[in-house]
């Protein structure tokens, strides 16, 4: 009996231990774990001078926190009005200092604006929108408008652009006086310029590359707004709540638990009047001036035979360079072959001379269209030395070279469009005689009509037209030697194929338009930056037809000029650029389908029209 009961003891006594066990494990977390990650950013103690001090004229000012703080990106902080002579402005512990390098204006409003700059050191949550304020005359300019800064043709938002303002203008003071009081972008192109006076004020912006606080120079990007903007402020009744920790068994008028379970309640709400100041949505659209820009840029000679040319175009050249040996001299003047690609950037020169294809080095004299200093074109002269260097092959591989002239086609086939053949080398006289197309599926191989039409002027590229079929490959024989090259290369025995597309590999995109702009318009169906197709409107309904799959924004062109293209301001006409509109939604197609959207012209602003995903990528400095 006695043993029984001492088993009896021992098994709850083990049980105890068991269950002491399993809740250590489950609550191993429970020790000391460092608390909840602190959030809170730092907090203003105080300051010299006094934050909205008024008659102050430090050379210095401090601004304490409640810990300890780092100051990011501290040449990028706002200083306004500006100073040409940057402040120092650093962090060290638990403050902020501003040093002053240069004088301070009489009776003006200063704001130091740091953004999201100041963050505690060890978790740097920065404290939002912070600035600080004094004033060195008897009053504070306590004014501010706000807005949006996109890019004129594509509405992109625009990041670090310069907002300046002033009290008079002329025709030369953008590019004579510096702003009288500044602000910058932030990443979203949303600005707020504080420090303003009950008074008007007109309003610029600038990519203020050179950091003079003006605008001067002829690469900088513009915008301004023809009306004078006129500061003012309504009041506006804002609500504050304030809110209390209860019991919440209390809170049901139950007895409280062992385990209590707090919840927050309104304590109370506070109505107050406060100034909100206007305009407080202004749209700008920045601009870069069209400064022509045509040169040479590099020269190639990748094979013996074909000097290759490069330039920077501001439009296509009408007629290509001509370039005079200096080195050498030919047997006739119709030494080579000119062929320009579609935007003449590109220019390669095939060289028939023989002779002259041994010779490594060849020198000319280029005559081109350039542009001056000031942007206008003058005829220009270079001389340029080509240089080949010979690659050493085998006398298989340059055998194997020999054989044939090479030739393609393109594989698939746009509705619309013709399918192309094209050779290695500039040929003589292709004609249709020389090839032979049939259906694939044709077992008879019954040679189908078709016309040759050459696709440049060069000899290398030629068009197949006929009544090709939705659907259907077909198949495209050359015989031996029914084609030759100006080297005297002849064409193999080749069969090459293409298919044409059908309709149902495309998809049709209808928008229906209201609130259309007066004036001349179309739309433009875009790719990121390139532009796939352009349309106009009829009967306030634009369509595109036969669309490969994807995703594109739909871009609605006010053609002032009627040049058929968009057009840029200029600041010396006082000449905004042509409006510009995007449709809201990113148009996703899909094979088969046909989508239709009612757009309304400008019912978001500007910055909100243009989907982000469709936003082209970000243009690196030329």
């Known amino acids: 009996m006695v043993e029984k009961y001492l088993k009896k003891i021992a098994y709850l006594m083990m049980s105890a231990i068991g269950i002491a066990g399993i809740h250590s494990c489950a609550n191993m977390g429970s020790g000391p774990q460092g608390g909840p990650r602190d959030m809170t950013p730092p907090k203003y103690i105080f300051s010299t001078p006094k934050r909205s001090a008024v008659n102050a004229k430090p050379q210095k000012a401090e601004i304490i926190f409640d810990e300890y703080v780092v100051l990011k990106d501290a040449q990028d902080v706002i ?126 912006a600038v990519k203020d590359d050179n950091t003079n606080f003006r605008y001067d120079a002829p690469g900088e990007s513009l915008a301004w707004i023809d009306t004078i903007i006129q500061p003012r402020k309504k009041m506006v009744e804002r609500c504050d709540t304030t809110w209390k920790t209860v019991d919440r068994d209390s809170l049901l008028g139950l007895e ?22 206007l305009p407080d949505s202004i749209e700008m659209r920045l601009f870069a001036k069209d400064v022509p820009f045509q040169a040479y840029k590099k020269v190639e000679r990748s094979e013996a035979r074909k000097i290759t040319l490069y330039f920077t175009n501001d439009k296509k050249q009408k007629q290509n360079p001509s370039i005079k040996p200096t080195n050498f001299t030919p047997n006739t003047t119709d030494w080579y072959i000119a062929e ?34 000031v942007g ?11 240089i080949y260097k010979k690659v050493k092959v085998s006398k298989r591989e340059a055998k194997k070279k020999k054989e044939a002239l090479k030739i393609a086609i393109s594989k698939t086939v746009e509705i619309g469009r013709a399918p192309e053949i094209e050779f290695e080398t500039p040929t003589f006289d292709f004609k249709a005689q020389a090839l032979a197309i049939h259906e694939k599926k044709d077992t008879t191989k019954k040679p189908l009509p078709f016309t040759i039409v050459a ?39 080749t069969r090459l194929s293409f298919r044409r597309k059908e309709k149902k590999e495309y998809a049709n995109i209808i928008l229906k338009l209201g609130n259309v702009p007066t004036g001349e318009v179309f739309v433009e169906l875009v790719d990121k930056e390139k532009i796939v197709r352009r349309e106009y409107p009829k009967d306030n309904k634009v369509e595109f037809i036969n669309v490969a799959p994807g995703s594109y924004a739909a871009r609605l062109i006010v053609d002032t000029d009627k040049n058929g293209d968009w057009t840029t301001g200029d600041y010396n006409g006082l000449k905004q650029p042509e409006k510009v509109y995007f449709f809201e939604k990113p148009l996703s197609v899909s094979a088969n389908w046909d989508y239709e959207e009612d757009w309304v012209i400008g019912k978001l602003p500007l910055h909100s029209q243009r989907p982000p995903t469709s936003y082209p990528p970000k243009q690196k400095k030329r």
């Open 79 to 204: 200083v306004s009005p500006p100073m040409e002579l940057a402040p120092e402005i650093k962090s060290v512990g638990k403050k902020v200092s501003i040093t002053f390098k240069d004088s301070l204006e009489k009776d003006a409003t200063y704001i130091i604006d740091f953004g999201d700059r100041i963050g505690d050191f060890r978790e740097n949550n920065p404290i939002r929108n912070y600035y600080f304020e004094f004033a060195t005359g008897n009053q504070i300019d306590s004014f501010c408008i706000s807005g949006n800064v996109v890019d004129a043709y594509t509405l992109v938002p625009q990041e670090n652009i310069t907002i300046g303002v002033y009290s008079d203008w002329t025709d030369t003071t953008l590019a004579t006086k510096k702003f009288e009081r500044i602000t910058r972008t932030d990443k979203s192109g949303r600005f707020i310029l504080r420090g303003l006076k009950e008074k008007p004020y007109h309003l610029c």
């Open 256 to 277: 409280p638990g062992n385990v209590r379970t707090d919840t927050l309640i309104v304590d109370t709400i506070v109505c107050k009047e406060r100034p909100h100041y």
């Open 340 to 373: 320009p690609s579609v935007t003449t950037d590109t220019i390669h020169y095939w060289i028939k001379d023989t002779n002259i294809v041994k010779l490594d080095t060849l020198e000319f004299a280029m005559t081109y269209i350039a542009t001056d200093s």
């Open 376 to 386: 206008a074109f003058v005829e220009q002269t270079d001389t340029v030395t080509s």
């Open 455 to 493: 696709a440049d002027s060069c000899g290398r590229k030629y068009k197949l037209e006929g009544n090709w079929e939705e659907g259907v490959s077909y198949e495209v024989v050359v015989d031996s030697g029914k084609a030759r090259d100006i080297y005297g290369l002849e064409s193999d025995s």
